[in-house]
């Protein structure tokens, strides 16, 4: 134990003390009871806690945040009373407001939409295609969500260390399965690929849907890796 | 090694012929007017030539057309009036109007929007990554578009074989050495490879928009081979 | 493989109440001895809760436990009295008193034996090695070790999903090239290798150190995946 | 997406209309006729149209071309008569008449001789073979060849990019299934392999002959590799 | 280590001969009286080009060797006996008694203790994983191990150059699959693999030895290639 | 190619002796000259079990041996007076003369003709390639070379199990890392790898013929690979 953690500790205490409210992530911000104004960065970091050193600054490239558009403005604010907290991620897309609204808009309809696909397993789809790629980002704030949606801290670790050692039901391996070998072979998918996901019991929209959350994150982890996004430091202790 | 080539001509003449007008499976949708059971594949047929089998159907699932949203519909035209045809991508997603139109606003975005990267350079790392994911259908509709925004056949065909036989300047091919080591080990990405970067001349704005074109098509390589997607024939032929 | 841990024992106080019960693994090698003086065990298994699914078997070979040596019963205590539970790694091992013998003798000198590298070193290594070889077990076992003797989660998290975000020093980080990259490709190690390690500080005593540890860790998680291995569930939470 | 492509149309011609006459760098050799000390590069661009940047010089070595033997002589100007060019691999290995016999008489065995295979179908297996080993050279030249030989632009391009996105029959499918497994992982092919190729329908000596052309072409891809060998730009436009 | 192999005493004799004085690192250990050098070699090199000193020194890191403990003294004096030399691997161990002693028991213990593997079968086991790892001390110190037990040369070559090429019964193939696939991919092992053993005849204690024995040189091959170990020059002449 | 070997029935004896005889497949060819048999190994045949015949049949293809030409029958006498034996790999290319012919004229050109590479230069990229590709015909036949090449049993293990391991000169190294990545990735080769090859003293002559040997054998591996062609197990005796 020669290293003194006493700064790490002070950032983290917030973080606890907040992740005694179990929040189902983002389906929480869905209900969407907008809170009223304030100026969204600026006034997001006067109530922060002074961000630890490991998670600062959120992308290793100097992008300077645009102003929010007032739908982003919105969003943020809503993440903040729901999560306590904006996700990194939408910080480091922050320094443009398409690239940010496209990215919500695609990210929500993915992961929150209409899907023959629980949430939670397409939270597992997300860290396991995450794990498959090493992504310090995707594991941690996805595995966060895998162990609140599913309310067991083992699943998540077993979705990003390796999903092989999880007892999953058939549906469920089938589906990670088919998203993992599309993440490190995409071009050896064929047709037996997907009748085996047929076979267990996923409809074609079902197919097109892990496909497109595999692909989402095998994109999402490629930004984050290239830029050192850095999760916010609260997921590592979430829903432990 | 000598081989006359004449019996070929004719073979080409038809696909030429074919790219004036739509194919089949767009017109379905692009129609917009939910023909309830109206067999729409059959109509098209009847005022069509018949479709090349390798692009039919356009994916390998069965997702039934949605009525396209009015902008969407407007879309559809436009890419028929300047392009003659509806990129397959598009025909493939129009199952569902919100993918489809979160897809093509974050496409249009990074692939036309503002940029430091030129449209050129950004369909190169588009082929570059497709060739590295071997992904038909991306390497055809992009290995296509870099042989327009270049006017040059050979460079869209060295981005589809193998980049590093490109005679590029010291920017572009730092720029596909990143966005290719982004794609095969994303986990290996450090700061010394952002460094290499911008000592190639790329601002810390490029490096985004590098990783997340590079990103992007990590996405759609895997869509589109998780669905077995097919190029609209026309590609092949085109600025060749 | 027993600790003092002064910190953590608050941290893994609670857990320690919930595994006040043997495992069932554990307490079948027990029941293996019918012997009277094997008390420790017993009084144990009285104060433990039921396994939950993850952990049960140990293993998946049915390998009936041997009569425990005294030295090992009188380790096991040890363990039981200072861990609060007997890692799983020694109840696989205890079929055969030989083998977990020559097991406990190896790991207890590389891993707590003399060294210039410390403990919490060493226990990045086998996270880094184990999570090259994606080992469920080792990842489980050693990461909650490296949250303990660093007091920092976040540490731990690194090495587990990817040692190349952690912000570690010049040592720390040539010590995990050089381990990882012999875990990955042990054949192109060389002396270019040896002298950046000299050149970051180490003695070649500490190199022989670096690659026994990360050689250690090789066997392990083979061991560990090839008999699917499960860890104490109780780690999971440990010093989060 | 929509983009005009008017402004390709220019580039193409000069290419195509320069394939009518012989490339520079064959031309010092066709002489063949000792032109001494004549500085056979210099001599050659005074009476030809600037050679293209790309395949120019035809490799990266500088290997002085030696005369041509009078079989190799009218080899040459066979391809002249048939082909409108001498196909630059030729050029390459022209620097001494041994190895450009050999070349040549293996060459025009394996790929034109008696065989179960069809001539397009060793060619199916080079393109597939070099698309495995992604070169340049072969790519190109043969990937031409697919197409003429086919008649199909489609055919070559699927080779080129992914063969397992060709529709073909379950013999072509198997033979290219086991000349790029023997082209990744050569070590790992055993009787299980051949005899899903006697399945498929393949003799003995049709095994050998898909053996000899996969072997064939994992020879010259590493030739060309090595030395850079650029294929006459001609191939790029033929039979699309 | 020390193994009774009379057959292959007269194959080996001349190297026995040689052989029959401490090598040079060994010598240092045992005695430290520096001899000048030995004659043997000296023989040699009036045939020969002088030959580079293969096992000298023993490994590339600087470690004074320790004084020998009683039972290890032993051990070395059984060894000089019965095979002629100190294995070179004792020699590299021997700078701290404690991991000599650990090491030394392990090794007994999996490859010469108990089990319902053979001999021979736990020294292929070790060949085809330190092939795999393409180890050159492990491979020639065990190829021998596997001539030796044998008495087939052949046996020893197919599994050091590919064990694949062996004819195995099914058996010795599905032990060697099972140790391989352990080794290159550890992550992938399931319950179907150890199935596969369990048809080939093996016991769940075999699996468990298979596991250990390919474990064991995965760490071995690990410190070896580390620490640039260099086996005695003896064994490449035995039991040929 | 006559399946029937009675020669190989008797172990390790008859390997030394069978070597003085033809093989099966041979005697059908050539006159048979019978030699008498070696010594040193019938002590050892007497003591030890049958062992399989390992060279028979020469291939797992069922290909009739052609008449052999007279130039082909000239040079398999050649092979018989001068090694004792036909090499298997042109018992294997006897089914047809062609093929035959050019293969050996390829061989004996690239191997044995005019280069500023030594033959055991030649013959260190044979064996260095063929370890790559883990091939136990050329590894056999190759590492036989080098043995007797260079008088060093110890070269020709350290090619075979890695080349890294021995301790070449920089000229040697160099050729061999260049070799080797050729044949392991062809595509990342460039003009950096060249002029490495340069500075190491290599002509642009010499670059060629490396690259010639390193592709003949990438093409080898694959033949001998895909039919399982077997080396004449006099080889493994060879200069030992």
Request: glycine share 4%.
């Amino acid at each position: 134990m020669p290293k003194s953690s006493k700064t790490s500790k002070a950032a983290v205490k917030p973080v606890v003390a907040k992740s005694a409210k179990p929040q189902p992530a983002l389906r929480a911000i869905k209900g969407g009871m907008a809170k009223p104004a304030a100026a969204p960065a600026k006034a997001m970091s006067q109530k922060l806690a002074p961000v630890p050193a490991d998670d600062a600054p959120v992308i290793a490239l100097n992008l300077p945040p645009a102003k929010l558009s007032p739908a982003m403005a919105a969003y943020f604010r809503k993440c903040q009373d729901k999560l306590g907290f904006v996700p990194n991620v939408l910080v480091a897309y922050a320094f443009d407001m398409v690239k940010l609204e496209t990215f919500v808009a695609m990210y929500n309809d993915l992961m929150l939409g209409d899907s023959g696909l629980s949430k939670l397993e397409r939270e597992m789809i997300a860290v396991a295609v995450s794990s498959q790629n090493r992504c310090y980002y995707c594991l941690t704030a996805h595995g966060a969500a895998v162990r609140q949606y599913s309310g067991s801290p083992l699943l998540g670790e077993h979705m990003m260390m390796n999903y092989r050692a999880a007892r999953l039901n058939k549906r469920q391996r089938a589906m990670l399965d088919f998203a993992v070998k599309l993440t490190a072979q995409p071009w050896t998918i064929e047709e037996g690929d997907r009748e085996r996901l047929r076979r267990a019991g996923f409809t074609d929209r079902d197919i097109w849907d892990i496909s497109a959350v595999a692909g989402f994150f095998n994109m999402s982890n490629r930004v984050a890796s290239a830029t050192d996004m850095r999760p916010n430091t609260v997921y590592h202790s979430q829903a432990r």
